[in-house]
């Protein structure tokens, strides 16, 4: 399998930088006018993806909001995902998943097996146990042609205090877990391609503030939330990331699903256009 950096840089090139989220908030459910039930997630997962084709690079299902609904919520996310790679789109699950190397190994097979019914393009893990502790993850993604978006900076307003706490050099906990997942693409930095190993950095957060140099990060692809209903504009992604910007995934999810299942088109075209301006 062509390992994952390289295939999201052909899709960015070939469907742009918008990444769609896939979040059946109880609240959209209601306003599309479907149930609040597996039924209901699995017509809302459709509709995005029916969307999306041919025009989005990559989907973003909030596991959470599957999650939710026990097994059989489980059971919808299994053929969303396999739906939505059928259809050409790559995949991130949103999973967050962190823990001890022995225990995160789970995890990793369950997202990024090739033999997995939940086997997705990359996932994102969180590094509050160590970067080190996601070896095994790294290790599945490269053997599976997967990647790996790991929590660096992320956008909701809480995150500061422990993000931008410094250690005894004075790099902040965003910038270590960054220069640690930098040198995991150290080998695609130098064929001058992407890496599989990419960082969460929110579009509301200025990266000087969070200690962060974008020139440190060559090849490392960004997957950047916090645009639209969290208050980032996408005219602005070029200026915010800087020399990271060709690599960042904006992604959206309740600005775009708020157009409902009949504007979902409109929605995708209108901030692709954002995006482009
Ligand atoms: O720092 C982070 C990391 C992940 N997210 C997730 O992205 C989407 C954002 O949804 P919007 O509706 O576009 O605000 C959601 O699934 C979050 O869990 C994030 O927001 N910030």
Redesign the pocket.
């Known amino acids: 399998m062509t390992p994952f950096g390289e295939r999201l840089r052909a899709a960015v090139a070939a469907n742009g930088r918008l990444c769609v989220?896939i979040?059946p908030h109880a609240s959209l459910l209601a306003d599309w006018g479907l149930p609040d039930n597996p039924t209901g997630l699995e017509g809302f997962a459709d509709a995005v993806i029916g969307a999306a084709e041919g025009r989005v690079a990559v989907v973003?299902p909030?596991v959470?909001f599957f999650e939710r609904h026990g097994s059989a919520g489980i059971a919808v996310l299994e053929r969303v995902i396999r739906r939505a790679r059928e259809a050409g789109i790559l995949v991130i699950a949103?999973a967050?998943r962190g823990d001890i190397g022995s225990t995160l190994d789970g995890y990793a097979e369950a997202w990024l097996e090739a033999s997995s019914s939940l086997a997705s393009d990359a996932m994102?893990v969180s590094a509050y146990q160590g970067v080190g502790s996601l070896a095994p993850a790294v290790e599945r993604a490269h053997r599976n042609g997967a990647g790996l978006f790991v929590?660096s900076a992320?956008?909701?307003p809480e995150?500061a205090r422990v993000q931008t706490a410094v250690d005894a050099d004075g790099a902040t906990v965003a910038a270590v877990v960054a220069a640690d997942v930098a040198a995991l693409g150290a080998a695609a930095a130098r064929r001058d391609t992407w890496s599989s190993f990419g960082l969460?950095i929110?579009a509301t957060v200025p990266l000087a503030e969070v200690g962060l140099d974008p020139d440190t990060l060559p090849a490392v692809p960004v997957l950047a939330?916090?645009?639209?209903?969290?208050g980032g504009r996408l005219t602005a992604l070029d200026a915010h990331y800087g020399p990271l910007a060709e690599r960042t995934l904006a992604?959206?999810?309740?600005?775009v699903?708020a157009a409902g299942a009949d504007g979902l088109v409109a929605a995708i075209e209108r901030h692709q256009r954002e995006l482009a301006a």
Do not use: C, Y
């Open positions: 989220g979040d973003k909030q959470a949103d967050k994102t929590l992320t956008s909701n995150s969460v929110g939330p916090g645009f639209g209903h969290q992604t959206v999810s309740r600005s699903l």
